[in-house]
T-cell receptor, first 115, second 112 residues
């Protein structure tokens, strides 16, 4: 059973399009995150939700809109895609806030390529 | 906010040698320091962590040391093997902080 699963794994799209990435965790964790990993491998926090409540929104353009319908799901919608949005987007979850109460579990990543 | 610096960015060692990766952090309130390993095309996965009430922790061939006074912590891998080749990330967080802050990663290559 996959603990944190995200779909799709690969996304290739044109500039200006809108796309969504979905994430689900079956670990019973309270907190979920979106991280962006660019071509230099930097892992940067974008958003975090705790029990469906947004607790982190890190200087991300408002073209990015997360949605958490319940604590097991965290989706990411991106409007008007730009070349610089090309990256691998990782969903993650942890028990408690901040990851210091336990391990951060990552999904497999969704590689977004904007042409 | 917290700033985590990680060195070196790349590290190449011969199989059987030791590898050391170092990180410094800025927030003296940080109290949890995990290390993640990311193999090519895969997700980051936790390999070891340390809390601020401990100076050193070992798990088989890997160990982490923490110097709270100097605000730095290190990952030590002994008897390296080709399967240790990956990108390693340090991270830090603390009570009241809402997410891990990651270092910039170290690409370790173990030459057979």
């Amino acid at each position: 059973d996959t603990a944190v699963s995200q779909t799709p794994k690969y996304l290739v799209t044109q500039m200006g399009n809108d796309k969504s990435i979905k994430c689900e965790q079956n670990l019973g964790h309270d907190t979920m995150y979106w991280y962006k990993q660019d071509s230099k491998k930097f892992l940067k926090i974008m958003f975090s939700y705790n029990n469906k409540e947004l607790i982190i929104n890190e200087t991300v353009p408002n073209r990015f809109s997360p949605k958490s319908p319940d604590k097991a799901h965290l989706n990411l919608h991106i409007n008007s895609l730009e070349l610089g949005d090309s990256a691998v987007y990782f969903c993650a979850s942890s028990q408690g806030i901040g990851g210091h109460t336990g391990e951060l579990f990552f999904g497999e990543g969704s590689r977004l390529t904007v042409l | 906010g917290e700033n985590v610096e990680q060195h070196p960015s790349t590290l190449s060692v011969q199989e059987g040698d030791s590898a050391v990766i170092k990180c410094t952090y800025s927030d003296s309130a940080s109290n949890y320091f995990p290390w993640y390993k990311q193999e090519l095309g895969k997700r980051p996965q936790l390999i070891i962590d340390i809390r601020s009430n401990v100076g050193e922790k070992k798990d088989q061939r890997i160990a982490v040391t923490l110097n709270k006074t100097a605000k730095h912590f290190s990952l030590h891998i002994t008897e390296t093997q080709p399967e240790d080749s990956a990108v390693y990330f340090c991270a830090s967080t603390g009570t009241g902080r809402r997410a891990l802050t990651f270092g910039s990663g170290t690409r370790l290559q173990v030459q057979p």
